[in-house]
């Protein structure tokens, strides 16, 4: 599957991509500067750090990225989630997107989620680009465990969509990745609540010193 990383220069598009790329996938890298995302492809090619997976990476503006996908991971910062979807909404029409943004603001050290207007970031990019498939997911996986090629994370990917078939293909990304379960997650409207998790999460691993990520027992 062709898979483009919009804003895929930064550790999540990194990692995401990297991990698809290991299974088999071909994947753009986006970005607002075209040679920063052939950059960070070359860069990724070197840590996969086989022949057979380098060209699995390639490198193009975000419009390019988007327009040359089946699937686009949207892994900008929340900060700039409607310019980039105003630049390519078009190119978004009727493809799986995936939106991985957490709108989070630092206060005294301590991560904060933004609540968006519409309850979620996700809900917000959907109002924005109603044409797209939307589904959210990712929110709790930290970039740098999928930034190792070779570890084994041990975690889930919590997935939501309105959309069944979406849902089902993240679903199917994810438990692609090493150490990563893809764990439906129901509607998208609880993107809510996966975005709010996200600023707990990096509050627990302050205080740990740690990386930790989320993983539900008992399904
Ligand atoms: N880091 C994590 O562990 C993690 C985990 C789960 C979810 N997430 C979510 O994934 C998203 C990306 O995280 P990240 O840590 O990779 O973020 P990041 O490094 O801050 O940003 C990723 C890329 O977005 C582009 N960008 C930056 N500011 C932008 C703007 N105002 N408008 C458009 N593009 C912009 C930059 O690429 P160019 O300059 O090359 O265009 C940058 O390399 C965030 O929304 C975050 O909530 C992150």
């Known amino acids: 599957m062709k898979i483009g990383m919009i804003g895929g220069t930064g550790p999540e598009g990194r990692g995401l991509g990297m991990q698809l790329a290991l299974a088999g996938h071909d994947i753009v890298i986006g970005s607002r500067d075209e040679g ?3 950059e960070t492809a070359r860069e990724l090619a070197d840590t996969c750090g086989s022949e057979e997976i380098a060209p699995n990476f ?4 975000n419009t390019g990225a988007a327009a040359g996908c089946e699937v686009a991971f949207l892994t900008v910062p929340y900060s700039g989630m409607i310019t980039t979807l105003h630049e390519i909404g078009r190119q978004l029409r009727g493809k799986i997107c ?3 943004i957490a709108p989070l603001e630092f ?7 933004i609540a968006p207007p519409t309850g979620s970031a996700a809900e917000e990019a959907e109002r924005e680009v109603p044409e797209a498939r939307w589904v959210a997911a990712f929110h709790t996986v930290p970039a740098r465990g999928l ?6 994370l041990n975690t889930d990917a919590l997935v939501c969509s309105d959309d069944a078939d979406a849902l089902k293909t993240v679903m199917g990304l994810a438990d692609q990745m090493q150490g990563i379960r893809g764990v439906n997650a129901g509607a998208l409207e609880n993107a809510r609540y996966l ?3 996200t600023a ?3 509050n627990i691993n302050r205080i740990y010193k740690a990386h930790g990520s989320i993983k539900v027992v008992g399904i």
């Open 98 to 100: 995936v939106n991985t």
């Open 58 to 61: 390639s490198g193009a503006d």
């Open 147 to 152: 930034l190792r090629p070779g570890s084994r």
């Open 200 to 202: 707990l999460l990096i």
């Open 195 to 197: 975005e709010g998790a």
């Open 107 to 113: 206060v005294s050290g301590q991560a904060r989620g």
């Open 36 to 38: 920063r995302a052939i």
